[in-house]
């Protein structure tokens, strides 16, 4: 599958994290006076790394959401309408809305794979931290739920040891680069956006997320104990997103923003009602600006 997320809310995903960790030491020598707010207390206060508002460079890495994967034709890439590093006007993408449109072929890239997931993670955000960005938007985790059955989705254990992994390595090649991740989609609100249509229904045959679409006509118990337990693993995947990046002071969880957000069926592909169109690009763009740019993160 190569696509996106849960069920209230949508894949889009949105994402996006900034650069520029600015490292004040307070420079304290005192004689006499040491009071509690003097010395080594003030100096660890003002080391703490600050999010910087206006990254100066993109990276994005993820899945198809992140490359426009049907966005523009069937079953093909397009990166040029991507939420996170895309050229196209009509999406105005995250980097586009920060670095202005002249800058984003120079200053952002995109390393996102359609198809990946979690365990693909580590190797494109090497590939992102050799150009120190200041930014690296993270949308992944679509793909770890929508597999061809549900028992093998990718285990919980496993998704947050990758992470982890992922932002360790990221750290050790890039220390000062921001990370803005995206939650997963609802997966579940796709699958009501299209189950209905006789055409996206044999498009859906095709192979696309058959833990969460296979049968979607179907009322039966199984069915929807099916499509529950996927959603119910996305909502687990966000969890860990939020927690993992909890704990990197230059990491920034979108508050569970993409997966919130409700998509409509005229944000979705035309081709597989499933994929972000041009219209949910832009919305999941907009959506990153709105998280990346905040003084504060999401609560």
């Not at 207390?41 to 703490?48: N, S, V």
């Not at 966005?71 to 040029?80: H, K, N, Q, R």
């Not at 679509?142 to 990221?170: I, Q």
């Not at 833990?211 to 959603?231: H, N, Q, W």
């Amino acid at each position: 599958m190569r696509t996106t997320a849960p069920r209230r809310s949508v894949r889009r995903t949105v994402a996006g994290a900034g650069v520029a960790v600015a490292v004040l030491a307070a420079a304290v020598t005192g004689c006499d006076s040491g009071g509690p707010e003097s010395g080594g207390e003030r100096g660890a206060q003002a080391a703490a790394p600050r999010w910087n508002t206006a990254p100066a460079s993109v990276a994005a890495v993820g899945d198809s959401i992140t490359r426009g994967f049907d966005a523009c034709s069937v079953l093909a890439d397009c990166p040029e309408v991507s939420w996170a590093t895309g050229s196209d006007p009509a999406v105005q993408s995250l980097a586009a809305r920060l670095l202005g449109e002249s800058e984003v072929p120079a200053r952002s890239w995109n390393f996102a794979v359609t198809g990946s997931r979690m365990a693909d993670l580590p190797g494109q955000l090497a590939a992102a931290a050799g150009h120190k960005p200041g930014l690296v938007t993270v949308m992944v985790g679509s793909n770890d739920a929508c597999r061809p059955t549900v028992s093998s989705m990718t285990p919980v254990a496993e998704f947050r040891a990758g992470f982890e992994r992922s932002l360790k390595e990221l750290r050790a090649a890039s220390p000062a680069s921001q990370v803005y991740v995206s939650s997963v989609p609802d997966l579940q609100r796709l699958w009501e956006q299209g189950k209905d249509s006789p055409m996206v229904r044999q498009v859906w045959k095709l192979g696309i997320c058959q833990s969460m679409l296979a049968e979607p006509l179907s009322g039966a118990d199984a069915a929807t104990a099916r499509r529950e337990k996927v959603r119910a693993r996305v909502v687990e995947y966000n969890e860990v997103l939020r927690e993992v990046c909890a704990k990197d002071e230059l990491c920034r969880y979108d508050g569970g923003a993409v997966f919130q957000y409700p998509f409509s069926a005229e944000q979705l592909s035309r081709w597989d009602w499933f994929h972000p169109g041009r219209d949910g690009q832009a919305r999941l763009a907009e959506l990153a600006h709105r998280q990346v740019t905040a003084a504060q993160p999401p609560r």
